[in-house]
């Protein structure tokens, strides 16, 4: 069963911009840490920003200053801005959802299926 439903992948040229954003259920949403994360083939998964439940943002250097996470809490939504796109940013983007359980230190991944960026030069 499909958790988190992503979109607004594409193709799009350097310089360019794409908005990629992903609908969970409330159940996880509320409890969960999100995140994008990226991988090309060959690869492994890499972090791109995460965002608390109370707003709090951490990006990856590579996309500091262009990239953009939010959430809507209203909408069980979050959201990837991504500028002035590089060839470099060329991946498979994932949503990813963190959530929390009753015992602190033991948490749950839910994932995407993963949405295709392509960054020409």
């Known amino acids: 069963q499909v958790q988190l439903v992503e979109s607004g992948g594409g193709l799009v040229q350097a310089g360019g911009s794409l908005r990629l954003s992903c609908a969970a259920s409330?159940?996880?949403?509320?409890?969960?840490?999100m995140g994008w994360f990226r991988q090309v083939p060959g690869n492994l998964r890499e972090l791109v920003a995460t965002i608390t439940s109370g707003g709090s943002t951490n990006y990856a250097d590579s996309v500091k200053g262009r990239f953009t996470i939010s959430r809507d809490n209203t909408k069980n939504t979050v959201y990837l801005q991504m500028n002035s796109l590089k060839p470099e940013d060329t991946a498979v983007y994932y949503c990813?959802?963190?959530?929390?359980?009753?015992?602190?230190?033991?948490?749950?991944?839910?994932w995407g299926q993963g949405t295709q960026v392509t960054v020409s030069s």
């Open positions: 409330g159940s996880i949403f509320s409890a969960s840490v």
């Open positions: 990813n959802a963190n959530k929390a359980t009753s015992t602190n230190w033991n948490r749950i991944n839910y």
